[in-house]
């Protein structure tokens, strides 16, 4: 029963990720947090910062470490193909029409309505984060690594990952 808990769980929130990325995530968060409670919202921060430092789509990194985590390899490889399955079977089906609607201003419409809905739910989830952060590991932790990780990313120009992995260093460091 895992295993269709799995599939269901990464096909629906991709299914439903309007464009994939970054609107995927707070939709395999509610699914893997707040629905099925394989992990907290901590661990899933965790999973989502590695997953950001890694090259390639997060989506993919993120449902091959959960499935992982909550089924082995299995689990992984099912949660790889319910991350797929849907864009997949969008572009066999939509390709057919893609000329059709190709200038419709519709379409474009459609698309600029829901940026906002996705800027919205990455809003509430970068909150959500910054909650658990404050929880776990003080006003102090928090504002240290928010203004150093500032002045790294527009000061200094370091790249995000890097970012990311001196942050967890510190975390395991100085948080354990």
């Given at each position: ?120 739910l990455l809003a509430v989830m970068a909150?959500?984060?910054f909650l658990t952060a404050y929880e ?19 000061k200094i120009k370091m790249h995000p ?16």
């Amino acid at each position: 029963m895992i295993y269709l808990h799995i599939f269901w769980a990464f096909f629906i929130a991709n299914l439903l990720g309007y464009g994939g990325g970054p609107a995927t995530i707070p939709l395999i968060q509610n699914e893997v947090v707040n629905n099925y409670h394989w992990m907290s919202l901590s661990e899933f921060g965790d999973v989502l910062a590695i997953g950001n430092a890694l090259p390639g789509p997060i989506a993919t990194k993120m449902g091959g470490y959960i499935g992982y985590d909550v089924g082995g390899i299995l689990g992984s490889i099912i949660a790889l193909i319910a991350t797929i399955l849907p864009s997949a079977l969008a572009v066999i089906i939509l390709f057919k029409f893609v000329n059709l609607f190709k200038g419709s201003p519709k379409v474009s419409l459609m698309t600029k309505s829901v940026q906002p809905i996705i800027a919205i739910l990455l809003a509430v989830m970068a909150y959500q984060f910054f909650l658990t952060a404050y929880e776990n590991s003080g006003i102090f932790h928090l504002l240290l690594l928010a203004v150093v990780s500032y002045f790294a990313l527009s000061k200094i120009k370091m790249h995000p990952s890097l970012v990311i992995i001196c942050a967890l260093i510190y975390g395991g460091v100085f948080l354990s």
